[in-house]
C-alpha cells in the first residue's frame, strides 16, 4: 500500500501542532505556579545567533499551514511575519494553525499529488513536486522549529520531557 499525500503531511503536522499546544500550555502553567510572565519567553533565544522564541513559533504554524496551502497554489507563500506578540497570542496562534489543518479533507490534498511547486529563495530557485516540498522542505523546517521552541522552554525551566514534544503518537489498533 502506498502512502497518499494527505498522509504525508496533514496528521503528522496536527500530531505535532498538537504537542506545541500542549507544551505552551505546559508553560503557561509552569507560569503561573512559579510566578513567571510567560510573556518573558517571547525574546527569549537559545544563543545570540538563533532567532527567538515567538519566531519559532511563527515559523512552525507557517510551515505547517503554508506548507500544506502551497500544493494547492504551486507557491509557498505565507503571510508577513507579525514580530513579538504576547505569550498568549502565539497561543492563539497555534490554535488558529490546528483549525486550518483540521479544515484540510483527505481528499483534497491528495488530489494535488504530483503538481510541481517552485519556490525562489534569494537568488536560487528550487525545483520540487508536492511530496518532495513537504518531505524534503516543509517538513524538515517545521520539525525544526518546533523543537527549537520546545528546547527555549526547556532551557528557561519548564518542565517538559520527549513525550511533551511526540504528542500523541498515531498508532495502529491491536
Not at 503536522?13 to 510566578?35: M, N, P, W, Y
Not at 502551497?70 to 508577513?80: C, D, Y
Not at 525562489?120 to 513537504?134: N, V, Y
Request: with cysteine; net charge negative; proline share 6%.
Amino acid at each position: 500500500m502506498s502512502t497518499l499525500l494527505y498522509d504525508l503531511s496533514v496528521p503528522t503536522f496536527l500530531q505535532t501542532v498538537r504537542a506545541i499546544k500542549g507544551f505552551l500550555d505546559r508553560a503557561a502553567i509552569h507560569c503561573a505556579e512559579t510566578s513567571i510572565d510567560p510573556d518573558s519567553f517571547v525574546n527569549a533565544r537559545l544563543f545570540d545567533d538563533m532567532a527567538p522564541f515567538h519566531f519559532q513559533i511563527e515559523a512552525a504554524w507557517h510551515h505547517s499551514v503554508w506548507g500544506v496551502e502551497a500544493l494547492k497554489t504551486g507557491v509557498f507563500a505565507p503571510p508577513a511575519l507579525v514580530g513579538p506578540v504576547p505569550f498568549a497570542d502565539l497561543q492563539a496562534m497555534i490554535g488558529k494553525a490546528e483549525a486550518a489543518l483540521e479544515a484540510f479533507t483527505p481528499d483534497e490534498v491528495n488530489g494535488w499529488a504530483g503538481k510541481d511547486l517552485d519556490l525562489q529563495i534569494g537568488p536560487r530557485m528550487l525545483a520540487f513536486t508536492s511530496e518532495t516540498f513537504i518531505l524534503s522542505f516543509s517538513l524538515p523546517n517545521f520539525h525544526f522549529h518546533a523543537v527549537t521552541a520546545y528546547d527555549i522552554l526547556r532551557s528557561r525551566g519548564v518542565p517538559l520531557g520527549k513525550r511533551d514534544y511526540e504528542g500523541r503518537l498515531r498508532t495502529r489498533s491491536a
